[in-house]
C-alpha cells in the first residue's frame, strides 16, 4: 500500500544550522514527490517537487530535496536556518495505484531558534 | 507572488444542506485548480484536479457526488458539498497552478482555506 513517513513530529534548530525534515515513503511504481510548508496565518505554500530528472531538486526560499531511490526517501534540507523556517512541513508522494492517489504525511513541525 | 482567495473564509451549516465554496484566482490565469481537505490533526488529502472546461479528476476514493467541483474559468473553480453531515466538518484548501513558458514555470498558489462547520 502506499504510504508517506516523516519521522519526526517535531524538529528543532538552532539559527545558522543546517536542517532536514526526513521523508520516506512506500510505493510500487515510480513516485512524484513535493514539499509543502505551511506558516501560521500564512497558509499553505508549495515548495518543491521530483518528477524525473536530477536526483537533486531545488525549491523555493533556499530548500532542497533529495530522491534517493535505494533508501526510498526524499528528506528536506537547508545549509542555514532561519527564524523565519519555523512552520510545518508537509511531504506527499503521487502515484499511480490503480488511480492516481496522492498521499501526504502527518507533517513535521520546524522551529528554529535564534 | 500570485494570490488565490476562497469564499467564506468560514462557514456553518446543518446537517443535509449543501455548502460551497469558491476559489478565484486574482491576479493570474489558471489552467489546472485543486481541492485540498485538511483534517483536525492537521493531515492533508488532495481530493480532485480541475482543469478549466473539463470535468474534474477525483483522487482515488472521493466520492464525487459528494464533492462537486466546477471550474468555469480560468479563475474561478467551485467545490460545492452537496447533503453536508458532521463528519464533512474540515478545512477546505483550493489552489491554483499557473503554467508558463510551456511549462518552463510552473507553480502552486495556495487560498487561504474554508472552514466548514456542518452540525
Known amino acids: 500500500a502506499q504510504s508517506v513517513a516523516q519521522p519526526e513530529d517535531q524538529v528543532n534548530v538552532a539559527e545558522g544550522n543546517p536542517l532536514t525534515v526526513k521523508c520516506t515513503y512506500s510505493?510500487?511504481?515510480?513516485?512524484?514527490l513535493f514539499w509543502y510548508v505551511q506558516y501560521p496565518n500564512r497558509g499553505l505554500q508549495f515548495l518543491l517537487k521530483?518528477?524525473?530528472?536530477?536526483?537533486l531538486v531545488k525549491g523555493s526560499y533556499g530548500f532542497e530535496a533529495e530522491f534517493n531511490k535505494s533508501q526510498t526517501s526524499f528528506h528536506l534540507k537547508k545549509p542555514s536556518a532561519l527564524v523565519s523556517d519555523s512552520a510545518l512541513y508537509f511531504c506527499?508522494?503521487?502515484?499511480?495505484?490503480?488511480?492516481?492517489?496522492?498521499?501526504f504525511g502527518a507533517g513535521t513541525r520546524l522551529f528554529v531558534k535564534a | 507572488g500570485a494570490v488565490v482567495s476562497q469564499h467564506p473564509s468560514r462557514v456553518i451549516c446543518k446537517s443535509g444542506t449543501s455548502v460551497k465554496i469558491e476559489c478565484r484566482s486574482l491576479d493570474f490565469q489558471a489552467t489546472t485548480m485543486f481541492w485540498y481537505r485538511q483534517f483536525p490533526k492537521q493531515s492533508l488529502m488532495l481530493m480532485a484536479t480541475s482543469n478549466e472546461g473539463s470535468k474534474a479528476t477525483y483522487e482515488q476514493g472521493v466520492e464525487k457526488d459528494k464533492f462537486l467541483i466546477n471550474h468555469a474559468s480560468l479563475t474561478l473553480s467551485t467545490l460545492t458539498v452537496t447533503s453536508a453531515h458532521p463528519e464533512d466538518s474540515s478545512f477546505y484548501i483550493c489552489?491554483?497552478?499557473?503554467?508558463?513558458?510551456?511549462?518552463?514555470?510552473?507553480?502552486?498558489?495556495f487560498g487561504p482555506g474554508t472552514r466548514l462547520t456542518v452540525l
Open positions: 510505493v510500487s511504481g515510480n513516485p512524484y
Open positions: 506527499a508522494v503521487r502515484a499511480y495505484t490503480g488511480g492516481f492517489k496522492t498521499i
Open positions: 521530483y518528477i524525473t530528472g536530477d536526483n
Open positions: 489552489s491554483a497552478r499557473v503554467e508558463i513558458s510551456g511549462g518552463a514555470v510552473n507553480e502552486q498558489f
